[in-house]
């Protein structure tokens, strides 16, 4: 079955680490998108990929990096200057007909970071 | 400012009991609208999508919404309530190569 696989489900950071959030999907999908939940917020975006190389900043970059070498591949690292880095991370994914954000898009089962 | 409102937090509904979860947006023109359902602690579920054409539609697991352009608003319904309904529910707005997403609704369900 096709989807989108997140890894690990429960990742724990010291203070000034870098960590590597996975996402990989089977969907055949252009874009992909990284968004962080935090209680009573909903979702908040914080980078997306329309196409292999390149990427844009979403509403909350600060603090965080991507890539997209591969178009299965979109892993998020969230840097020692993220502040507040505590929070559930989901990735998704969705078919780009040139109008990116206007189609339904596909989650996976999302990573929770917390600072130990 | 573009935005899409959740105004309930959290709704309790006997099992069997009809629903309504309620989402506003302030968008200048007709966006791509979306329902969404969380679980605890996985990702999030399309129920069910409106474009554009017929303003009722049906989704998954027995849900519908109807859009609403003069009250700017795309109201999910379930007429009769299961158990396993129970989760965070998520609105969602595509406009001009944006997507906001609402703060979510928490529906618990009462045996």
């Known amino acids: 079955d096709g989807g989108i696989t997140q890894s690990p489900k429960y990742l724990f950071r010291k203070e000034g680490q870098n960590v590597t959030l996975s996402c990989e999907q089977n969907l055949n999908h252009d874009a992909m998108y990284w968004y962080r939940q935090d209680p009573g917020q909903g979702l908040r975006l914080i980078y997306y990929s329309q196409i292999v190389n390149d990427f844009q900043k979403g509403d909350i970059a600060e603090g965080y990096s991507v890539s997209r070498e591969k178009k299965e591949s979109f892993p998020l690292t969230v840097t020692s200057a993220q502040k507040n880095p505590t929070a559930f991370y989901l990735c998704?994914?969705?078919?780009?007909?040139?109008?990116?954000?206007?189609?339904?898009?596909?989650f996976g089962d999302g990573t929770r970071l917390s600072i130990l | 400012a573009q935005s899409v409102t959740q105004p309930d937090i959290h709704i309790t509904v006997s099992e069997g009991a009809s629903l309504e979860l309620r989402c506003n947006y302030s968008?200048?023109?007709?966006?791509?609208l979306f329902w969404y359902v969380q679980s605890p602690g996985q990702g999030l579920q399309l129920l069910l999508k409106y474009f554009s054409g017929d303003t009722l539609v049906q989704g998954i697991k027995g849900f519908e919404a109807e859009f609403k352009r003069s009250q700017s608003s795309f109201n999910l319904r379930k007429p009769s309530v299961h158990w396993s309904d129970a989760a965070e529910y998520f609105c969602?707005?595509?406009?001009?190569?944006?997507?906001?997403f609402g703060a979510g609704t928490r529906l618990t369900v009462k045996p």
């Open positions: 968008y200048g023109a007709t966006p791509y």
């Open positions: 969602a707005v595509g406009f001009n190569n944006d997507m906001r």
């Open positions: 998704a994914s969705s078919i780009d007909l040139g109008d990116t954000f206007n189609q339904p898009q596909h």
